[in-house]
């Protein structure tokens, strides 16, 4: 039996196949108005980076030191690479920095007494980007007091809309495999690593599953459970 969505000649796509073609790779929701070069981008980025204060651009491997170069202060010497402007992998608010986000994130976590302290929490976070790209903030599901807690890396499409944990085809797939073992979904705890879909199910940067951390390990210290497994669909 023929597969509408694969068997088709790619230099002869029909309308409806290449949709629904676009919807299966990922491409299913827009996040902005107007369509983004990322070349432009990053050419304003190295521009704005040039006229800071004390920045000078690395020479090649063997170059001839220039003059911005030569009079670079010598505090900054051996300070490492020029510090990258927040925002530039997708994962910051171009207001914060990745220590300014992780450490917001961290003190927030650390207030949350509860659960729900802890959920109000996240959705009030805005530390990561992820979430202005986001329909819901997909927090955890199950039971509160399980030995058994199950941690997932980001919500996917239907994750996003429904604003829960594993209830798209990886869900199913988890729930038939919690079965096999004897356990029902209402046993056990599910959450994710990062609370907000990345666009169009992309892995998550280090940068950003560095920011949420800190909430997921208070999730996990709130539940307090004996067996955490981590879940990665790929």
Known sequence: M????????????????????????????AIADEPLDRFKASESLTRN??????????????????????????A?????????????DGG????????????????AAAAASNLDELKAA????????????ASNTVFGTGNVEAKLVLVGEAPGAEEDRQGLPFVGPSGKLLDAMLRSIGLAREEVYITNIL???????????????????PFVRRHLELICPSVVVFLWVR
Request: with cysteine.
């Open 2 to 29: 023929s597969n509408p969505i694969t068997d088709f000649d790619v230099n002869n796509l029909d309308p409806f196949q290449a949709l629904v073609w676009q919807y299966e790779m990922g491409v299913d929701e």
């Open 195 to 213: 609370p907000w879909r990345p666009p169009g199910n992309r892995q998550p940067t280090t940068a950003e599953v560095a920011v949420c951390e």
């Open 76 to 88: 900054l010497a051996g300070a490492g690479p020029a510090p990258v402007p927040s925002g530039a």
């Open 92 to 107: 910051f608010l171009l207001s914060d920095t990745p220590h300014e986000a992780r450490q917001s994130a961290r003190d």
């Open 49 to 74: 980076a040039a006229i800071r204060p004390g920045f000078a651009p690395q020479s090649p491997t063997g170059a001839r030191r220039g003059p911005a170069q030569a009079a670079r202060p010598a």
């Open 122 to 133: 996240i959705e009030k976070f805005e530390g990561c980007a992820l979430k202005k790209s």
